[in-house]
Each structure stands twice: as structure tokens, then as C-alpha cells.
């Protein structure tokens, strides 16, 4: 073998050496001089076949933020895009023994405001749908109610007034015609969800003064002061018209609402709210609109309007989700709520938490449909901790293992390692 070819050999395995000497040092560092962490997890089908065992885990936090949280967790607004770093706040709760996620941003130093935080690194694997930038931003038929028509044909405010007038004359008569006790004609609610489409699209819908009487979301009005442009636009228009009309627009998935197929049985809920003596009935019934109660009272079974009573109590129940807190402990004595309901109550939950906890203990009380979208996590996580390797042989304590925990430790730079696996709060030590 020549001098060159030995050197060479030399220089690559010396190279090799640091890069494992610097794997190991950062390793230690991170065990070292992190915060130690609690995090509870589910272990994955945790054997290899190749080399040796070793567990795969999945943390809770892997799944971040649902339909009634999101808000929350995501208080600026931000987009998250598949493949790309994601920073997420934990904090652990006085009376809970793992820490929780509690706020995210693709920005690090964003976070690291909060001192009352530890701020960990991830890569976003999954953005559920309609959060994803690339989903189309535009209004269904699915969206316009007949609350939506009834505005826009009388005009009173200034926003209303804007849109009708944007309306080609063709639009506007077919608006005027049509009679509020009938289902929307197909052709009107096409005719508005293309118009809308439309608006979104052409310039900014808000103006102060055409706004003043709207109640817009903490995260709305941010959205606003950073002068969009483009999709962002289109998105912050959507959002706009949306909040707006909030009791007469469905609105998007990451909102709790009622809608009419879900007052199947519109009849039997108007009886009940109409004629029972119960507290949350009696409460319910005083906080209808007065054309509500109006309808209430001439109910009659034999001669039903059931798509005109779905509609508007769809629309109040909206209206009273959103606005208020129902939970009362003598109003719901008696009622058995969902796990869900039952542990929501106890977290004080503000805005669109509150609405969902609301809509929930309504499907409880009354026998509604159960809302899935909710349950279902709009990012899905990776923090390069999820595969622990251990000796050969050792593990089978760790298969399927209940009630596992893994503590690890984080760097102030976001930086993850394991320190220890707990099963059942106990240690799991490989030999």
C-alpha cells in the first residue's frame, strides 16, 4: 500500500472518530446539563428483527392541538407545514404529574419568552387538512344558512350593506324573492357561495368603519394589523365573513357550532325545551331569541315545520354556545356528562373551548349527534426520541408496556435525549 492511500485511510478514520466522539459528547451534554422532563407516551410494536430490541415510543405530545384547543395552542395564527421545524412550549401542571404542550410556533425565540416554559424542538410529520396551506380556502354550500340570507336581504349594518351592494342586479333579485319559511332554492344558495367566493378574492373586505360593529378574535385582529396579501388574504377575508356572521355561517371545522342535520329530531328537543320543568330546559327556553320562543309556543306535532325549527334552533343553540358559560352544578344535577365534558369543566376553559365544552354537555343532556371532528389532532409531531435502543434480549418488560413514562432532558438550545424509562412509575434498568 503507497504513503497516500495509508494517510488517507488515516484521515477518514480519525474523521469517523470525532464524528462518534461528537455524538457521544452531545449526548452527554444534553443529559447532563438539561431540565429533566416527564412525558407520558404508549410504546409501538416495540421488537426488531435485525437488531436486537427496542421500543418505539409514542408520546402524547406527538399529537398537538384539536378543533376545540387549537386557538389556544396556536395563539398567533401560525401555518405549519409539513417536513419543517416546529417549536413546542411545555409546562407541567401543578396537580399533573407529566407536562403538557401548551403553546407552538415555528419560531424558537418566540417561545422562549415565556419563562415559565421549556421549549423543545420537532419536525412536523402531518397537518390535518384544513390547517394545511395548501387546502383551498373557499366557502361550500355547506356554509350559507338562511340567518346569512336574511342579512345580507336586510342590510342593517354596514358590513351587509358593503357585500348586497357588491351583488350583481341579477343577485339582488334573486335575493329579494326569496321567502325565509322555505328551504333555500338551490339556486340562490349556489349563486351565494360563488358570490362569496368571489369577495374573498377580489381585495381586502375590511375597513374600520365598515367593521366597527364586529367582534373579531384575538388572533383575527393580529391577522389584520400584518397587512396580508395574496392567499394570506383570501384566508384573513374568509375568517373576516366568518366571525362576522358568526351565528349565521357554518363555520370552519376549528369552530364549535350547531348546524340543522344535527337537530335530527327537532320536534321531540322543541317539546322538550318548550314544556319540561328541568332547570337546564327552563334556562335553555329563556334564552331563545323571541321569534324562538314564538316558534316554540305554536308548535304543533300534528302539523310540524321541521326544517324551519331545525334551522333556528341550530341557530340559537349556536348563538348560546358561544356566548356564555352553561355549566351550572344544580342546572346539570341529575345529567350525566361524557368523560370529555366532565374533564373540561374542570379546567376553567375560555373562547372556543368554552363553546366546545358547551356544545358537549348539550349533546349530553339532550341526546344529540357526538361531534368527531373535534377529537381528531391537527399536527402530528417527531422529536427524534422515538426509537430507544437497549441491550440484546431485555425488551420484553417493555412490550406493550401500560402506564409507560419516559423522562428525558432538555437544552435550553430545544435539544431532546432520554434519561429513563418508567413503567407504572417504576424504573425500567436493563442489565
Sequence with gaps: MSQFPKKTFVVVVMLQLLVLGGMIFRQNFILERGTPVLLECLPRDPRSVFGGDYVVLNYKISQLGQWWNWQQLNPRGETFRRHRDIYVALQKPADKEFWQAVEVSTKFETLCERKDVVVIRGRVLQVSARESPTYPATFSQYEVKTGFIEKLRQAADPLSLYLKNLL??????????YDPKNPIPARLRDMLVMELNRFIRDKAIYEAERCAEVKFSDTTRQLIAQNSQGEELIRLNMRILQEAYHDEMYLSYSDCYF?????????KLAVKLRDSQDKLSEYLRHQLLPDSQALLKEYDDKKPSLHQLSEVLAQDFTRIIRSQVLYDKERFAGIKLSERAASLCTQNPQGNALSCLNRWLLEDAYELPATSDWSQSILSVRYGVEEYFVPQDQGRPLERGQNMSVEVAVTTAGEIAIRKIFIK???????
Design 168 to 177: 350583481p342586479e341579477t343577485s339582488r333579485q334573486l335575493l329579494a324573492s
Design 259 to 267: 348546524s340543522s342535520y344535527e337537530v335530527r329530531e327537532p320536534g
Design 425 to 431: 412509575s417504576q424504573e425500567v434498568v436493563f442489565k
